[in-house]
């Protein structure tokens, strides 16, 4: 009896003793698949001790970053390592430490990339997917478009009669804003009856922040920014303007779906999958499933991508980062730099990115995975020529911030407040908030 | 050990319970409830006296979430009761002869509220929704179910249609538990069915009333998880319950003391309104 009970207590000691590294990661997505199949290859390598394996544990993504605020400021140790994101670095800095990573970082990521996470300078995660806006539209109308006289025709009189200029169909790659108010009035039955589809557009208005940052990419086109290089508030701007007045033309004139002011990401996915809406402005993250022909057989293989259209100051999409960093509470700290700094080396990456995940890669790595993974070319080159970060975007309050504009604007859209009080409540709260 | 040492053994488990579970949160919200405190200061707070509550006083945010509530709250109780006690009248002879038939009826209740939120989110949605679709096949369009102007109208539909089981199950026991020989009684002076439902039922179920009306005001008046999945806090902040605003307050404001000033006002609304309604209930039918 006294060698069983020895026995159990020296197997409970070894069990206790055995402390794995702990990474939460992004739950839900193909960043989880990918995040799997990383971890899977590096806890077969030689040179990880038992000690240093690494154990994925996920959350719902719903409110993910309120119960990851709650559980950080609470000190946790339930894991090592846990997501951050470009606009939440600052939220979060205060309950992780930063991390040196190591030269291998630099060739699998630019300088601009590994930035996405730093916050005062300090390095506070390994960037391991870029997100950034497609303009989704549908190949086999424009192709129409572009080539039919009577579409084109009608597509004339619609633009002259609605935005007042006599615009003529144009390569999605060429577009400016007019160009695709113009494609969603045309390709919306309540203005043509002769449209395909039900709607020109879908837009994502539900007041969540989110959202804002999809709408930024059409603002910022327009010349609008959170503050100047002075620091000071530019928010009630002719480019904030501009870009809030088309979203409400477009949702006023029936070109979006009319419950757009509810919906978000999976709200417009089902919309343009459904193949009532022609184009669309999304994350780049939805291009998988939208042609996946057995998810969405109403528009797989009919789908073309392009950066958002241009505005007067030129062509911008919003990016931000997903990475991994470490916890300030974690107990075991060591094995999860070791995870760390292993996890930004190329070949890391390479696994990563060959599972699904979408790194911004240096151009040298892309190359070697292009036959793969071909959409990560156009992630990068988006990323590189027209990807922006909104001035004080990755400050401390980012995440109010942007909550604060998804309230204001909606209301806006929603015909409650009017664009100036809208704007005004914007630019007092962001004073407010970059204040404290 | 005497029978009061024993009654001090036996009970201490639940107060110790309720100490750790419910007095100790309490006083730690109280001190944070006059505290500037975020999540960066949670063991640090910084005692400000009454200015949280000033702070949600003077916000127009918390009176125009207030506001929702005792709309939403007021409409979905009162759609709620009329349709429990129609039901509870109408169905309760076939209740009577087939009482399983109440657990398909209750089934609504026993959906968590976030899944509900979750599930109208598919239902009504234009493209992939049940109810649009035959909206779209009998009349050409569907309506926004959703957008600014119908969104209250929905979210209170969605609350009646889950939590009127609820209602009926008390009203139909209340209305079962009346004596026969009442009604009888009753009948010999030849009243008509309102008579009798107006002079003698109703007087007789007014503690149920009372009863299910306090709580589903009180649960609707609260209502957080299926507003906050289906539209959130809504287009300009139109779908902010007080829930949510203490949510936000907290979560996304990270202004721990006002989220909990204001907990703290809603906590006080709701013990008075108690205090009201059992006075009331106990006043002679």
Redesign the interface.
């Known amino acids: 009896m006294k060698t069983i009970l020895a026995a159990a207590l020296l197997a409970l000691g070894a069990g206790g003793a055995r402390a794995d590294v702990t990474v939460l990661g992004w739950p839900g997505g193909p960043e989880e698949v990918a995040l799997r199949a990383t971890v899977e290859d590096y806890n077969k390598l030689p040179s990880v001790a038992a000690d240093d394996k690494v154990k994925l544990i996920f959350f719902s993504r ?2 993910f970053w ?1 119960k990851l ?2 559980d ?3 000190g946790t140790a339930e894991f090592d390592a846990n997501l951050t994101a470009t606009y939440a670095v600052g939220r979060y800095a ?1 309950f992780m430490e930063p991390i040196d990573l190591p030269a291998s970082a630099h060739a699998a990521f630019s300088d601009g990339v590994l930035k996405t996470m730093q916050f005062e300078g300090k390095q506070y995660g390994v960037p391991t997917d870029l997100s950034l806006h497609f303009m989704y539209y549908r190949s086999d109308l424009i192709a129409k478009l572009l080539s039919d006289p009577a579409w084109k025709a009608k597509y004339t009189e619609i633009a002259q009669a609605k935005l007042g200029k006599a615009l003529v169909p144009k390569d999605p790659d060429q577009w400016n804003w007019d160009d695709y108010a113009a494609t969603a009035l045309f390709f919306t039955k309540s203005i043509n009856p002769d449209s395909p589809t039900r709607y020109g557009t879908v837009l994502q ?4 922040l989110f959202n804002m940052m999809v709408w930024h990419s059409t603002a910022r086109s327009y010349g609008g920014n959170w503050e100047d290089t002075s620091g000071a508030i530019t928010v009630d701007g002719p480019g904030y303007r501009a870009g809030l007045e088309l979203y409400k033309k477009l949702y006023d004139a029936g070109t979006s ?3 757009s ?2 919906y978000e990401y999976a ?1 417009a996915n ?2 343009f ?2 193949g ?1 809406a022609a184009t669309m402005l999304q994350w780049n993250a939805a291009f998988g499933d939208l042609d996946n022909a057995e998810k969405t057989p109403a528009v797989a293989g009919k789908i073309g991508t392009v950066a958002p259209p241009a505005g007067p100051d030129g062509r911008f999409t919003h990016i931000h980062g997903l990475g991994l960093g470490l916890n300030a509470s974690s107990k075991h700290k060591a094995g999860a730099i070791k995870f760390l700094d292993w996890l930004a080396s190329p070949e890391a990456m390479t696994i990563y990115a060959k599972a699904g995940g979408s790194p911004a890669l240096q151009p040298d790595i892309v190359a070697t995975l292009a036959k793969d993974r071909p959409d990560l070319v156009k992630l990068g080159t988006f990323a590189g020529q027209y990807g922006f970060v909104m001035n004080g975007a990755t400050s401390a309050k980012a ?2 911030i942007y ?1 604060l504009q998804a ?2 604007f ?8 009017t664009e100036d009080a ?1 704007l005004k409540a914007t630019a007092t709260g962001m004073a407010a908030l970059l204040k404290k | 050990m005497t029978a009061r040492a024993d009654g001090w053994v036996m009970i201490a488990p639940l107060t110790a319970f309720l100490l750790l579970m419910l007095a100790l949160p309490f006083a730690v919200d109280c001190i944070y409830a006059i505290s500037r405190v975020s ?2 200061t ?1 063991r640090a707070p910084r005692i400000v006296g009454l200015q949280n509550f000033a702070i949600v006083l003077r916000d127009g945010e918390f009176w125009g979430a207030m506001l929702f509530s005792l709309r939403f709250a007021l409409l979905v109780t009162a759609a709620e009761i009329l349709l429990a006690l129609a039901l509870a009248i109408f169905l309760a002879p076939l209740l009577a002869r087939f009482p399983w038939l109440m657990a398909p009826l209750l089934l609504p209740t026993m959906v968590a509220p976030a899944l509900v939120g979750l599930m109208y ?1 598919l239902v ?5 929704g049940a109810v649009p679709y035959y909206f779209v096949l009998l009349t050409g369009d ?7 102007d119908s ?1 209250f109208w929905t979210l209170a539909t969605i609350e009646t249609l889950q939590w009127t089981p609820f209602a009926l199950l008390i009203l139909y026991t209340a209305y079962q538990s009346i004596p026969t020989e009442v009604r009888e009684a009753a009948a010999l002076d030849g009243p008509g069915p309102w008579q009798m439902l107006r002079l003698i039922e109703l007087p007789l179920m007014r503690p149920a009333l009372l009863a299910v009306g306090f709580i589903r005001f009180i649960d609707s008046f609260r209502v957080f998880d299926n507003v906050y ?10 779908t902010t319950t007080i829930s949510i605003y203490i949510y ?1 307050a907290f ?4 202004d721990i003391g006002v989220a909990v000033a204001a907990s703290m006002i809603l906590l006080a609304v709701a013990f008075a309104l108690l205090t009201l309604v059992l006075r009331w209930s106990e006043r002679p039918a």
Do not use: C, I
């Open positions: 719903d409110n309120d605020q709650a950080l400021a609470a205060p208005m539900k007041n969540l779906p009319k419950d002011l509810s709200e089902a919309a999958g459904s009532q995440l109010q909550e309230k204001e909606t209301g806006y859209w929603a015909g409650t407040e809208a | 999540f960066e949670l989110r009504l949605h234009e493209f992939v569907s309506p926004s179910f959703l957008g600014p969104a999945t289906l539209t959130g806090a809504g287009a300009g902040g139109s936000e979560f996304r404001r990270n």
